[in-house]
């Protein structure tokens, strides 16, 4: 089992910036990727970026290429999203997700991740 843990999440205004991070624990040492899936109130739980834990390789969604930037630390088992130049429309809780090794994985795909975080809320005001 992989625990997950975020935090960093709060209150900005349009344009101000917020960095997520993922704390990973248990058994970490086969992890494969990391990621983090976004929900807003009424909506799908979507993916915004994810990272190959042993590659490095990101990946991330059309609509946060540029502004958002995720990042690892395998030596703290920590993921981190930093987001830039933030919008109304960045709005909602933030997921962590993990999935290990030995899977099929593709990095949009929510139904590929083995382990999910608790959520961190993003509110961001125009």
């Known amino acids: 089992q992989v625990q997950l843990v975020e935090s960093g999440g709060g209150l900005v205004q349009a344009g101000d910036s917020l960095r997520l991070s993922c704390v990973a624990s248990?058994?970490?040492?086969?992890?494969?990727?990391m990621g983090w899936f976004r929900q807003a109130p009424g909506k799908e739980r979507e993916f915004v970026a994810a990272?190959?834990?042993?590659?490095?390789?990101?990946y991330y969604t059309t609509v946060v290429k540029g502004r958002f930037t995720i990042s690892k630390d395998n030596v703290k088992n920590t993921a981190s999203l930093q987001m830039n130049s933030l919008s109304p429309q960045d709005t909602a809780v933030y997921y962590c997700?993990?999935?290990?090794?030995?899977?099929?994985?593709?990095?949009?795909?929510?139904?590929?991740?083995?382990?999910w975080g608790q959520g961190t809320q993003v509110t961001v005001s125009s």
């Open positions: 997700a993990a999935v290990q090794t030995g899977r099929t994985w593709f990095f949009a795909n929510k139904d590929h991740y083995d382990y």
């Open positions: 248990g058994r970490t040492f086969n992890l494969n990727a």
């Open positions: 990272i190959g834990w042993i590659t490095g390789t990101p």
